[in-house]
Each structure stands twice: as structure tokens, then as C-alpha cells.
């Protein structure tokens, strides 16, 4: 079986979204760490986290799926998919061998 890599983006709803997030979305954005990093535990994530664009703060992760499938189900059932949209792209990864 071959794994593909694909470069995952949260993009937020809007551009002071990490400064200025209501109780609520804090509460949703740390279910969505704890989701992932699950995903990471179970060796699907490479790495994620925020990227601190002096234009705009954004997630991004890179995420390691038997297919693109697993990979949409992944974000559908992410919690912050409710507050913010995802964009992603197949990948080229170099990684380490195991």
C-alpha cells in the first residue's frame, strides 16, 4: 500500500479569528487539537499547528492517509470544521524511513 501526504490548511473565518475568538470557538478550536492530535498518536499526522502569517494566522498540518477518502472523513469529523473551511493538496512528502 502506498501513503499519500497532503498539506491540510484550517482557514480561518476571519482574519482576527485567532485574537479574537468567542468562548465558544476556544472551546471548539481545543476539541480540534485534541482530535488531531489523536490522528497524530495513531500515526496519520506528521506535524500541525498554527501558522503565524504576519498577514493572517491559518492551521496547517501535514497528514499521511491510505486515500483521499480517509482524508475528507478526517476533516467532516473535526470540530473546527464547523467554525472554519479547509483547503488541501496532494503532497510530495520527503520523510524519514522507518
Excluded at 19 to 42: F, G, P, T
Aim: glycine letters at 4%.
Amino acid at each position: 500500500m502506498t501513503l499519500q501526504y497532503f498539506a491540510v490548511y484550517l482557514r480561518p473565518t476571519r482574519s482576527n479569528f485567532s485574537d479574537a475568538m468567542s468562548k465558544e470557538e476556544r472551546n471548539i478550536m481545543q476539541e480540534h487539537v485534541i482530535y488531531w492530535k489523536e490522528k497524530m498518536n495513531k500515526g496519520k499526522v506528521v506535524a500541525f499547528g498554527p501558522v503565524i502569517d504576519p498577514k493572517e494566522t491559518y492551521g496547517l498540518g501535514i497528514i499521511v492517509v491510505e486515500n483521499e477518502k480517509e482524508l475528507l472523513d478526517f476533516i467532516e469529523n473535526d470540530p473546527a470544521s464547523k467554525i472554519n473551511r479547509y483547503e488541501y493538496y496532494p503532497m510530495r512528502a520527503v520523510v524519514p524511513m522507518k
